[in-house]
């Protein structure tokens, strides 16, 4: 474990920290960029459809706030390419030509969504209902297909396809091999579907509060109804994907998995370890059920699970706590907003009704901040897992990392800029709803009147969720 720890320590630390960060950071706004105009459309939809003056005041409300973070998600989206070519200059120098083709096909899609966004929030009180929802549905669109490519982006890290080499550099590329490598298939589902968990489950607990403190209304039980079904949607889905995915990095990165599972000896019959710290041979604090990694891993107790003494130390994944735990955090956050979405979703197949116990709305005001940490933790296990490889195989991170001096200085000047980023991205929204309560109920709402094709606003609260 010394020697890879070494393999870690040889790197530029300050250049390490200051892109995890930013991955860490952006890919908040990037889970805005991908699920929130498919929450926007589903109250538009319902308002239009079904004649709901709150839905539309919702709708409306909700693409103001996107805007702002569509905003913020460009700017650490900008700061972030800027990263990869003066943080990593062997990553980009040798393998820019296939590693960038997802990225240039994420830049496009980004550039639509950011333009239907501009037409869906001009149309408020310019196009025709229908019209207007439609203008909305390319956000959603491209959204996807921007994550499709930059995860896929990801994905070829881990299973690099697609080019040849000569030399050392590349001579020739397959854009189709490169975006469609061996782990878009698992990647890129995961994600989208962690992008919808954060979303769904962030706004519904904006939600939570209000009818935590009282506030009974059809706009706050609406307002946490729409989104809170979003997350409880992808929330089994996603449990799903996950064993997926874990089976095929066990398969196509068994070293990863070998950290994600604590496995230090390959063998037969292998225990699945609940938690816990290895620590000179052994997992302490931890509970360990028998043979169920195997079973697991091939569905039978004598499949075989590669341990990571099965490569020389130097190759081995540095930190393989933090992995595992980061991994076993994130099952049990996924395994505990699945069980929160099924216990609402039992109560309104019964009594039609949202849950105003505390028991469920206090966790539910709190899902918000597990789904984000879920997926943070499950990016620690893709990015630290992979390592010591940038590219999995072929590209160690020591050597793809920048060897320039001055890199504590960004990193301190990539702190201000986050900072100011999240003050706005709080602040702004947090001035939207201060001036929205001040204008009165939802009933009384002013944006109930500007909307010029929702109905009359005395039929407001006569109107069951």
Not at 167 to 172: D, F, K, L, P
Not at 328 to 334: E, K
Not at 350 to 373: M, Q
Request: glycine content about 10%; hydrophobic content about 50%; proline content about 6%.
């Amino acid at each position: 474990m010394s020697a890879s720890l070494h393999v870690l320590a040889e790197g530029d630390i300050p250049a390490r920290v200051q892109m995890g960060a930013s991955l860490g950071f952006h890919i908040i706004f990037a889970c805005f960029g991908m699920a929130f105009p498919t929450v926007m459309l589903i109250a538009h939809w319902i308002g239009i459809r079904r004649g709901d003056e709150v839905a539309l005041v919702l709708a409306q409300r909700w693409s103001r706030v996107g805007a702002v973070i569509f905003a913020v998600g460009a700017v650490s989206g900008t700061v972030l390419s800027y990263e990869l070519g003066l943080l990593w200059p062997g990553l980009m120098g040798n393998y820019g030509s296939a590693f960038g083709i997802p990225f240039a096909i994420e830049g496009i899609w980004f550039f639509v969504e950011a333009i239907f966004m501009a037409i869906y929030l001009y149309g408020w009180r310019r196009l025709s209902p229908w019209v207007h929802w439609w203008s909305g549905t390319p956000m959603v669109v491209a959204g996807l297909l921007g994550a499709f490519a930059v995860v896929a982006a990801n994905s070829w890290m881990n299973q690099p396809s697609g080019f040849t080499l000569q030399n050392g550099r590349i001579a020739t590329v397959d854009p189709w091999a490169v975006v469609f490598n061996r782990a878009t298939p698992y990647e890129v589902p995961h994600m989208i579907l962690a992008a919808y968990m954060v979303v769904g489950f962030v706004v519904a607990g904006v939600y939570a509060v209000g009818l935590l403190r009282g506030q009974r209304d059809r706009y706050h039980r609406l307002g946490f109804l729409i989104p809170f079904s979003v997350g409880a949607v992808a929330s089994p889905l996603q449990v799903i994907m996950g064993d997926i995915l874990a089976r095929a990095v066990a398969n196509q990165q068994p070293i990863k998995f070998a950290a994600m599972e604590l496995v230090d000896n390959t063998g037969r019959g292998v225990t699945e370890w609940l938690g816990g710290i290895y620590w000179n041979g052994e997992v302490y604090f931890g509970i360990g059920v028998p043979y169920l990694d195997s079973i697991l891993v091939g569905f039978s107790p004598n499949t075989e699970v590669i341990g990571w003494n099965s490569v020389p130390p130097e190759l081995r994944v540095p930190l393989p706590n933090l992995v595992h735990l980061s991994f076993t955090g994130m099952v049990a956050i996924g395994t505990g907003l699945m069980v929160l979405s099924a216990w609402q979703a039992w109560v309104w197949k019964f009594r039609r009704e949202v849950l105003s116990t505390k028991w469920f709305l206090i966790p539910a005001a709190l899902s918000g901040f597990a789904a984000i940490a879920a997926m943070e933790m499950g990016w620690i296990v893709t990015e630290v897992g992979r390592q010591p490889w940038v590219v999995y195989g072929l590209l160690l991170t020591a050597d793809a990392v920048t060897p320039a001096s001055g890199v504590p200085i960004t990193l301190a000047v990539m702190i201000v800029i986050y900072g100011i980023l999240t003050i706005t991205c709080i602040g702004v929204p947090w001035l939207m709803s201060r001036r929205w309560r001040a204008q009165g109920t939802a009933a009384r709402g002013e944006d109930t009147v500007q909307t010029p094709y929702g109905p009359p606003p005395s039929r407001m609260e006569e109107r069951p969720v």
